[in-house]
């Protein structure tokens, strides 16, 4: 659900799958791709005898696609709803720390654009448009509202640790290059990955996809003739009024945000029983709810298990382990309000300044267990599939012979060797098709090979001579990245769940332990393990984008090259625009790098980030000794629960995983500031299962819609707020903080 706490946001509950097992049944996927299918309204009765999701969709009677789908029109459209979910990426990235992909934002808007352009003869704009067009949309759109995730984590980390000097304003230059390594080192290097993630061992391995696959179903639905277009339509009507009611109330609300976005109930109270109550204990816990659409919308889009395995870690996390911490003196609160004696109860249990030097908050000591058991689960699961690893290692060895083979063949020399491997092609079962894209419509090996090649010689110069760091890390940071991206890819096809949150925590364990006594000073660590974090988190996120978008083309007949350049485009205006958009915010809102208090912005990805980077470079910050052993059991305890699930409930027992809790789900409540998204996420979810089971067909129409128009809607009403503050008529200046804790909200 991304670098940060992003995208780890589960759909479901995670199916591994055996293999070499032609006979196991997936419930537990069935059941999540159904639910996505169900959200694009598809007949599941009528096509799940025949779908077979592993091969190209069967295109309705008379959509065909002649003219060449890589459009002018196309990339455009792409790429200005990519800069829309870019920019509202930045703001609910650095408010909540997660971030959305662009994908059913631009396939569904995107429809309704071309279909428009293409009814009339303006060269160019108009012209027939298929379905795959509208996929090299969603691609271009995916590139341009991508990488955003570096800027809402471990780049705003080193100002807030004073690692980096000067503004981020002064640091433009600097800034897009680092976003132009991160992107395009992704983007190049998981392009030959295609073949063996899509193809070779999809089936085997169960790798769904689920949002792509619902990506691609959408879009065939949408261009199924006559009907398609109504239903087209009726989903375009419902996103685009969310996404409006998203803005305006996003926007409005900033003039009156304790009456239209946050509700603190037990402030309220307080203030009725006239500042006597007991009920500041509990609104200092973060227990109030915010109106906010982004989160309905996401629970709407995650499904209950996640949604109540999120509020649950955070009924363990806020309302249990956290106070009892308190209460026993192994943490602290801050006051939030020292002159008024009507708010002496109030406190803040999320800080994480002056690490160190005193006693820790709960946050801080809960952030422990909330990464051990993102790092502990992710990697079991990719562990646990120990069969693909070796499949993987063979085919990358037999590509290498091939490449090895043809280039002796060419000088006139032979290998036995060389020529017996390169001739052996290998594969993971039999009923395996062969690519649909033929060789002229895939991506040449010189170009993504120079490309590799290219990013990083300029990465290693860059990352030297801007930022500090030699050249052996870098290298290090991009062999990090491709290992994150094989785990995330992988993870995110079974359980649309991308483990980044994880990998970049993990990134940064690595680099504390490269730069331990390497004579860097504390500071100088500290940027080098944000910005090596930065490059193979930001890698794996840009990889993890273009695989998705490869399986929503051939599901979809796209050729692989077309959406490649579609991406690239998009990735290179991201290039600027998430660097611009950062300055934006930073601007408007200093209070992101500096920390303060009371601030329109929480970033708990910049200060988990920040955390982490101490917690490995200082020897005066550490790890509280009761949190890392509470955190040594709980990763074992996630590792437990993956072995048993993948092992034991097999066969007839597998219908019970939908049951088992979703620990990335739990872990974030623990990484969290506090439950206020959990419990809009929540919300969203309870009204999307109260919707289906009222009435389903409206839901199947409209529901996945009116999600990601509440998501987008609200991101894009947060810019417009930030422009808002720059001008000095924001809701700070004139609106009202009624219903708000002393003012403050």
């Not at 396939?107 to 012209?127: C, D, E, W």
Request: proline share 5%; with cysteine; hydrophobic share 50%.
């Amino acid at each position: 659900m991304a670098s940060t706490m992003e995208s780890t946001l589960a759909k479901t509950q995670v199916r591994p799958a055996e293999f070499n097992d032609h006979t196991v049944q997936t419930p537990t996927l069935e059941k999540d791709l159904n639910e996505k299918i169900d959200a694009i309204n598809v007949d599941t009765e009528v096509v799940e005898p025949d779908l077979d999701l592993y091969v190209p969709l069967k295109m309705e009677n008379g959509v065909v696609d002649d003219r060449n789908p890589l459009t002018i029109r196309a990339v455009l459209v792409g790429i200005c709803l990519g800069c829309l979910v870019n920019a509202s990426n930045l703001y609910l990235g650095l408010k909540t720390g997660f971030i959305f992909s662009a994908n059913i934002f631009g396939a569904i808007f995107g429809y309704g654009i071309v279909k428009g352009l293409s009814k009339t003869k303006l060269p160019i704009l108009g012209g027939s448009f298929g379905p795959q067009e509208n996929s090299i949309i969603q691609a271009a759109a995916t590139g341009a509202g991508g990488i955003s995730g570096i800027f809402v984590a471990g780049i705003p980390a080193m100002y807030l640790l004073g690692a980096q000097e000067g503004n981020p304003k002064d640091n433009f230059g600097a800034i897009i290059t680092i976003t132009l390594v991160c992107s395009f080192f992704g983007l190049f290097f998981v392009t030959p990955l295609r073949k063996f993630f899509v193809i070779q061992v999809a089936r085997e391995l169960k790798l769904l996809f689920p949002t792509p696959t619902a990506v691609a179903l959408t879009i065939k639905s949408m261009h199924a003739g006559a009907a398609g277009a109504r239903e087209a339509l009726s989903k375009l009507k419902a996103l685009a009024l969310a996404f409006s009611l998203a803005l305006v109330q996003r926007v409005a609300s900033y003039y009156a945000v304790g009456i239209l976005y946050d509700w603190h109930v037990f402030t309220w109270i307080h203030i009725w029983s006239n500042y006597t109550s007991w009920a500041m204990n509990i609104e200092s816990w973060g227990w109030y709810f915010e109106w906010t659409p982004a989160f309905i919308g996401s629970g709407i889009l995650i499904g209950m298990n996640s949604a109540i395995s999120l509020f649950g870690g955070a009924i363990i996390a806020w309302a249990i382990i956290g106070p009892a911490l308190v209460h026993y003196g192994e943490c602290i609160g801050i006051h939030q309000v020292d002159d008024d004696p009507r708010w002496e109860d109030w406190y803040s249990f999320a800080s994480l300044s002056n690490l160190g030097h005193e006693t820790p908050s709960p946050r801080y000591w809960l952030l422990w267990p909330g990464v051990m058991i993102m790092v502990c689960s992710s990697m079991a699961e990719l562990f646990v599939q120990y069969k693909v690893i070796g499949f993987a290692g063979r085919v990358v060895w037999q590509k290498i012979c091939a490449n090895l083979n043809t280039l002796l063949v060419k000088s006139g020399k032979h290998s036995n060797y060389l020529a017996s491997h390169a001739a052996r092609e290998v594969k993971a079962a039999d009923n395996i098709i062969e690519d649909p894209a033929p060789p002229e419509e895939q991506v040449k090996m010189w170009m993504w090979s120079t490309g590799l090649v290219v990013t990083i010689v300029a990465g290693i110069l860059i990352f030297k001579y801007q930022w500090g760091m030699e050249p052996g890390l870098t290298i290090l940071a991009c062999v990090l990245g491709f290992l994150f991206s094989f785990l995330a890819i992988q993870i995110g096809a079974v359980t649309d769940q991308t483990p980044l949150t994880a990998a970049s925590k993990a990134s940064q364990l690595v680099f504390g332990a490269a730069t331990k006594n390497s004579g860097f000073s504390i500071k100088a660590a500290q940027r080098v393990n944000l910005v090596a974090g930065g490059l193979a988190s930001g890698g794996a996120d840009v990889a993890t984008s273009l695989t998705s978008d490869f399986r929503t083309g051939f599901l979809l007949g796209t050729p692989p090259i077309k959406q490649w350049y579609a991406q690239a485009c998009g990735t290179l205006i991201a290039v600027f625009l998430a660097p611009g958009m950062f300055i934006l915010f930073t601007t408007a809102y200093p209070c992101i790098l500096d920390g303060s208090d009371h601030c329109a912005f929480a970033v708990p990805s910049v200060a988990a980030w920040a955390a982490v980077a101490q917690a490995v470079t200082d020897p005066a910050v550490s790890i509280p000794l009761k949190s890392g052993i509470f955190s040594i059991v709980m990763g074992a305890v996630s590792i437990a629960q993956v072995v048993f699930r993948h092992f034991y409930l097999v066969g007839p027992r597998e219908k019970y995983r939908e049951y088992l809790p979703n620990w990335g789900a739990i872990a974030l409540s623990f990484v969290l500031p506090s439950p206020v998204f959990t419990t809009a996420a929540m919300f969203g979810a309870l009204c999307a299962f109260i919707w289906r089971k009222w009435k389903l067909s409206s839901f199947e129409l409209y529901g996945y819609a009116v999600a990601a128009g509440f998501i987008a809607g609200e991101g894009l009403g947060g810019v417009i707020g930030a422009a808002l503050e720059i001008g000095g008529v924001s809701g700070d200046v004139l609106g009202t903080t009624l219903g708000c804790p002393a003012g403050y909200c």
